[in-house]
């Protein structure tokens, strides 16, 4: 699966918002924007003269860092578990607690999303 379609199952997800820090692009120009207090910064020259219509079509950018754990901040949220936490196990990644238990996916963003959508 790729990022983007990540992305697109992230923000459909009902616990779904943007969180101060994430990052999203625009999925067909690559135009990107991260958040920070109440105001969208671009992240470079060409996002300046996107139109605030386009952040309809924006996705997040789980190739980001700060994004990734935005994403880890919503999910403890969802679950109303802080102990949540993600973290590498071979080849896999695990989002763990003991209560849900663990979502284990090849990546990170995989894991976070899987644990994201399945929140009560």
């Known amino acids: 699966m790729t990022l983007e379609e990540l992305g697109r199952r992230a923000v459909a997800c009902k616990h779904?918002?943007?969180r101060d820090g994430s990052k999203r692009v625009h999925a067909e120009h690559r135009w990107a924007w991260r958040l920070c207090g109440w105001r969208w910064f671009p992240c470079d020259e060409r996002s300046n003269a996107v139109h605030d219509n386009c952040f309809?079509?924006?996705i997040p950018d789980?190739?980001?860092?700060?994004t990734l754990g935005c994403l880890l901040a919503l999910v403890r949220?969802?679950?109303a578990n802080d102990t949540m936490h993600a973290r590498p196990g071979g080849d896999r990644w695990r989002?763990?607690?003991e209560e849900p238990g663990a979502f284990v996916f090849g990546t990170e963003a995989e894991a976070l999303v899987a644990a994201?959508?399945?929140?009560?």
Do not use: G, K, T, Y
Request: hydrophobic share 60%.
């Open 95 to 97: 989002v763990w607690s």
């Open 62 to 66: 789980l190739s980001d860092p700060a």
């Open 56 to 58: 309809a079509e924006a």
């Open 116 to 120: 994201l959508e399945a929140a009560p």
């Open 77 to 79: 949220e969802a679950w």
């Open 16 to 18: 779904w918002r943007w």
